[in-house]
């Protein structure tokens, strides 16, 4: 079951991870395409904002969750980790992703809320419910409540194979086989 699990949220990752992409090259080419409509021609896409901004909040919240898989979010090393014992450093690990799941538990929460609240607001210029933009929230919420359980549990998510696959050096079945640690 655990092993069905890990392979879930590893295609998770790697959809997420092209899925940022592709919000990357759409922001860009909206942005672009608006700009110069508005200084060459004197005329603009009235969604064009709007849009550049619900891909632009999608885009930050799956990179936040992506950032929560691989550690790099912002570390502040007070003392050298030289200097610091084994136990105290597994120590420090264990109270950051609790620290991690609580905010991302609050996320979940608070975010579920805002979405079924704004469902009903529309955006003018799209004329989309408010909630599609921040649908992404919970569903960001629910990736980095995950990965902080498996890290502060230490289990192996195949992070190897995710990220040979994502370089283009794995195969797909190396990701979906799942962990073999446990």
């Given at each position: 079951?655990?092993?069905?699990?890990?392979?879930?949220?590893?295609?998770?990752h790697i959809a997420l991870?092209?899925?940022?992409?592709?919000?990357?090259?759409?922001?860009?080419?909206?942005?672009?395409?608006?700009?110069?409509?508005?200084?060459?021609?004197?005329?603009?896409?009235?969604?064009?904002?709007?849009?550049?901004?619900?891909?632009?909040?999608?885009?930050?919240?799956?990179?936040?969750?992506?950032?929560?898989?691989?550690?790099?979010?912002?570390?502040?090393?007070?003392?050298?980790?030289?200097?610091?014992?084994?136990?105290?450093?597994?120590?420090?690990?264990?109270?950051?992703?609790?620290?991690?799941?609580?905010i991302a538990v609050v996320?979940?929460?608070?975010?579920?809320?805002?979405?079924?609240?704004?469902?009903?607001?529309?955006?003018?210029?799209?004329?989309?419910?408010?909630?599609?933009?921040?649908?992404i929230l919970p569903i960001?919420?629910?990736?980095?409540?995950?990965?902080?359980?498996?890290?502060?549990?230490?289990?192996?998510?195949?992070?190897?194979?995710?990220?040979?696959?994502?370089?283009?050096?794995?195969?797909?079945?190396?990701?979906?086989?799942?962990?073999?640690?446990?």
């Amino acid at each position: 079951m655990r092993n069905r699990v890990v392979a879930f949220f590893n295609i998770v990752h790697i959809a997420l991870v092209y899925l940022a992409q592709i919000l990357m090259i759409l922001m860009v080419l909206i942005i672009f395409t608006n700009v110069v409509l508005r200084y060459v021609f004197n005329s603009g896409l009235m969604w064009s904002e709007e849009v550049a901004l619900l891909l632009a909040v999608w885009f930050i919240f799956i990179a936040m969750s992506i950032g929560v898989k691989q550690d790099l979010h912002i570390n502040i090393s007070v003392l050298p980790q030289k200097i610091l014992k084994p136990f105290v450093l597994t120590l420090l690990n264990k109270i950051k992703n609790i620290v991690i799941c609580l905010i991302a538990v609050v996320m979940l929460l608070d975010g579920w809320k805002l979405v079924q609240f704004t469902m009903t607001s529309i955006m003018p210029a799209t004329k989309l419910p408010a909630g599609f933009l921040y649908a992404i929230l919970p569903i960001s919420a629910v990736i980095i409540i995950y990965e902080s359980l498996m890290d502060f549990f230490n289990i192996d998510t195949n992070d190897e194979a995710v990220d040979a696959f994502l370089s283009g050096n794995g195969g797909f079945t190396s990701v979906v086989k799942g962990a073999h640690r446990g």
